[in-house]
């Protein structure tokens, strides 16, 4: 039973930071990819950032470039999200996702967490 639990949104002036955290259970990461996607009402859900375990490569929207690091620890079962210069455009519901397919324009993946939200103002 695959489980991807996410946390660490909240509300935060425009150019501070959060760190957002998926605790992944249920799943064999290895060599696979793991990410964040985020969405507002009304808009379809976008993939954010994503990286490949074991070390490998990482991507990420471009609008989130130079501001958004993800990372994994704790042998991979922890997926983390800094997010730093933060702009209202950035509010939205962020997900957690496992079995991230980053190509193209549009990102998809096989299991999602319930999400946690971030606002910024």
């Known amino acids: 039973h695959v489980q991807l639990v996410e946390s660490g949104g909240g509300s935060v002036q425009a150019g501070g930071s959060l760190k957002l955290t998926c605790v992944i259970s249920g799943f064999s990461v290895t060599s696979d990819c793991v990410g964040w996607f985020r969405q507002v009402p009304g808009k379809e859900r976008e993939g954010v950032a994503a990286?490949?375990?074991?070390?490998?490569?990482?991507y990420y929207a471009d609008s989130v470039k130079g501001r958004f690091t993800i990372s994994l620890d704790n042998a991979e079962t922890t997926l983390n999200l800094h997010m730093n210069g933060l702009k209202p455009e950035d509010t939205a519901m962020y997900y957690c996702?496992?079995?991230?397919?980053?190509?193209?324009?549009?990102?998809?993946?096989?299991?999602w967490g319930q999400g946690t939200q971030v606002t910024v103002s």
């Open positions: 996702a496992a079995d991230v397919l980053p190509y193209g324009g549009s990102w998809s993946a096989a299991y």
């Open positions: 990286i490949y375990t074991g070390g490998g490569r990482a």
